[in-house]
């Protein structure tokens, strides 16, 4: 396995998703819950997001309201 890049951005995302609920087996929290612990702005975050998926350390999902739901990746 290769090396990855972590900043610190996305280290403080997964840290704030490690808080959530259990769903589906692992850590999950919804867009709106990771904004409100997040110092940034909402495309930084979707920014993060989708770095955090390309690299393989999160996927994303739906809760049963329709929410997203992003997932640590164990």
């Known amino acids: 396995m290769k090396d990855l890049k972590i900043t610190q951005l996305e280290e403080t995302v997964l840290e704030i998703i490690s808080w959530g609920d259990e769903y589906e087996e692992t850590p999950a929290e919804c867009f709106g819950n990771i904004m409100d612990s997040f110092n940034g702005s909402k495309n930084q975050l979707k920014g993060v997001l989708g770095s955090l998926i390309t690299k393989d350390l999160i996927w994303e999902g ?10 640590l990746n164990n």
């Open 62 to 71: 739906e809760y049963p309201n329709g929410l997203n739901s992003y997932h």
